[in-house]
T-cell receptor
Framework: AQSVAQPEDQVNVAEGNPLTVKCTYS??????LFWYVQYPNRGLQFLLK??????LVKGSYGFEAEFNKSQTSFHLKKPSALVSDSALYFC?????????????FGKGTRLSVIA | DAGVTQSPTHLIKTRGQQVTLRCSPK?????VSWYQQALGQGPQFIFQYYEEEERQRGNFPDRFSGHQFPNYSSELNVNALLLGDSALYLC?????????????FGEGSRLTVL
């Protein structure tokens, strides 16, 4: 069964500094990896995904993520954080063994960007 | 282009009651998934509907049931509500194929069980 670990409950970063939100995964087949963001009392918004190809994936709002197969990681990054990036971030994985498996989410990491 | 819409946005029930939540998928999508997000937790997969049938199910009791209609909209029903069912219920839509696509989420229905 697939699983996702987000080892940090909270990440604090100063505005203008680079940010990283960590994610590791476990699957039996090939992973399809996703990042979502959730603002207070809202649904989840898609940021980016890795399916195949280039290990560095670029997404919405200047975010990017790096797929590392040997470390089974898919960390979310942004070169320069904004206060408006403060939100809850979820990593998710789908295990493509066969058929259509459900998307499994991590428990989330709260990002706080301080002005 | 209408995204995923859910209703109601908030509701309060008492233990033992039953609740029905509704979801209209994003235009062009044929698959609906339901997730439960407890406070401070990540979304937990309940089940997925495609072609009006439940295709996959997470680790939820059969008090949780659903339905998908010919227009792809969906309902989530929860019977015999427990305090622990209090959560944000998220509906997500997608295309069945290819399965590399992302899920599009609604704003959720926040259920409080007293």
């Amino acid at each position: 069964a697939q699983s996702v670990a987000q080892p940090e409950d909270q990440v604090n970063v100063a505005e203008g500094n680079p940010l990283t939100v960590k994610c590791t995964y476990s699957v039996s087949g090939n992973p399809y990896l996703f990042w979502y963001v959730q603002y207070p009392n809202r649904g989840l918004q898609f940021l980016l995904k890795y399916i195949t190809g280039d290990n560095l994936v670029k997404g919405s709002y200047g975010f990017e993520a790096e797929f590392n197969k040997s470390q089974t990681s898919f960390h979310l990054k942004k070169p320069s954080a904004l206060v408006s990036d403060s939100a809850l971030y979820f990593c998710a994985v789908r295990d493509y063994v066969s058929g259509n498996t459900p998307l499994v989410f991590g428990k989330g990491t709260r990002l706080s960007v301080i002005a | 282009d209408a995204g995923v819409t859910q209703s109601p946005t908030h509701l309060i029930k008492t233990r033992g009651q039953q609740v029905t939540l509704r979801c209209s998928p994003k235009s062009g999508h044929d698959t609906v998934s339901w997730y439960q997000q407890a406070l401070g937790q990540g979304p937990q997969f309940i089940f997925q509907y495609y072609e009006e049938e439940e295709r996959q199910r997470g680790n939820f009791p059969d008090r949780f049931s659903g339905h998908q209609f010919p227009n792809y909209s969906s309902e989530l029903n929860v019977n015999a509500l427990l305090l622990g069912d209090s959560a944000l219920y998220l509906c997500a839509s997608s295309l069945r194929a290819p399965n590399t696509g992302e899920l599009f989420f609604g704003e959720g229905s926040r259920l409080t069980v007293l």
